[in-house]
């Protein structure tokens, strides 16, 4: 072990979650692991998805999907993102899939493929979130012309529900939208996707081929509840050892400002891991840690590299002392949701944010 902060993974509690979520779904997955895997790290979701028997992956960007080819992954991979036409032979070469999300350019795209090879392509139709995505009213256009070009293999189409966490009516007009298109489509292609990890939950779409999970199975709760839904177990763990023990008393301050003086004496000890490591800097005087199984509160500002805990005066505490900053620890479990409460922000952005600094320490396999 290089340093005393560190993270910890759990791979039959992500293999669990791929089998909970293609129950749910009643369909193959196609699993998303954009944003190195939500920070959980993508060649290794990568393989234990092959392993599961999952059908595809989803990434956001041509470098992920680079990646992931590099780093020995065969399993079908389509690119969610907008990707510059200069990296279109190299997606070719690695046999990545494209996702065709505007009408203009696809021509375009089509010339930028080598003689001889084909790239295959997902149709992203907006239904209602307008971010990417060509209109319902375009997309048998769009089709057509997939259709009519040679190097271009029209693969799948899908699209991309704004509010199943919060709006399931919403989110249902959106897949009737997408329903009404895909009557119209003669042919239609092979793979067909829409549900999202809330949707999945929530939702039907009989019409689908694939269900295309993210954060749930990493076993985060779509709905940013404290609590993952039941059947799903959180995969990581963020760990840290005491690196100091101070014993204040009290009218003693801790950190920058002293935001927190000691009200009553007290013992303070210093985890060397803060902001720069993705521990949000927000949660500081909010969040709390597992200490021996019982919750003791970060005191003080949150440092770049640094954060203060604060364990009751009469409690046995010395450096080397371990703590539970995410996980499980005898009966008690801090969640990323949870840290993310605290932080005014979403799962998402706690897991996703963590740094490289933070290496997996129950694996042989770098955060890569």
């Known amino acids: 072990m290089r340093r005393w902060a560190w993270l910890e993974r759990d791979r039959a509690a992500f293999m669990a979650n791929l089998g909970r979520m293609e129950a749910l779904a009643g369909r193959p997955l196609m699993a998303v692991v954009k944003a190195n895997a939500y920070g959980h790290g993508a060649s290794w979701a990568a393989e234990a998805a092959q392993a599961a028997g999952v059908r595809a992956l989803a990434v956001a960007t041509a470098e992920e999907a680079l990646s992931l080819r590099q780093g020995g992954s065969r399993l079908p991979i389509l690119i969610l993102g907008a990707v510059p036409l200069e990296v279109v032979a190299d997606l070719v070469r690695a046999g990545v ?12 795209l089509a010339a930028r493929v080598p003689a001889g090879c084909r790239l295959d392509v997902h149709l992203f139709v907006d239904t209602g979130m307008h971010r990417l995505g060509v209109s319902a009213e ?3 256009a769009v089709g057509a012309e997939l259709g009519r070009l040679e190097r271009l293999r029209w693969q799948g189409i899908y699209t991309h529900l704004a509010t199943a966490d919060s709006d399931p009516e919403a989110a249902e007009r959106q897949l009737a939208r997408f329903g009404a298109v895909l009557e119209q489509l003669q042919p239609r292609p092979k793979l067909v996707h829409a549900l999202n990890s809330a949707g999945i939950f929530r939702l039907g779409f009989p019409e689908a081929t694939l269900a295309r999970p993210g954060i749930a199975l990493y076993g985060l709760s779509p709905f940013g509840e404290a609590a993952p839904p039941a059947g799903l177990q959180p995969v990581m763990r963020l760990l840290a050892r005491a690196v100091q023990v101070h014993r204040l008393q009290a009218g003693e301050g801790v950190g920058y400002g002293f935001a927190y003086v000691a009200e009553a004496p007290v013992q ?8 720069a490591d993705g521990y949000p800097r927000q949660a500081g005087g909010r969040a709390e840690v597992l200490f021996r199984g019982e919750l003791v509160p970060v005191v003080g500002r949150i440092s770049m590299d640094m954060l203060a805990v604060a364990v009751p005066w009469e409690r046995p505490l010395q450096v080397g002392d371990g703590f539970t900053l995410i996980g499980r620890e005898g009966g008690r479990q801090i969640t990323a949701d949870q840290v993310a409460k605290w932080a005014g922000t979403i799962g998402y952005d706690v897991t996703s944010g963590l740094s490289r600094r933070l290496r997996f320490e129950n694996s042989s396999e770098e955060r890569i």
Do not use: K
Request: no cysteine; hydrophobic share 55%; aromatic share 4%.
């Open 138 to 140: 375009e997309a048998l």
């Open 268 to 275: 303070v000890a210093v985890l060397p891991l803060g902001y």
């Open 97 to 108: 899939a494209l996702t065709v999300h505007q009408a203009a350019g696809v021509g375009d």
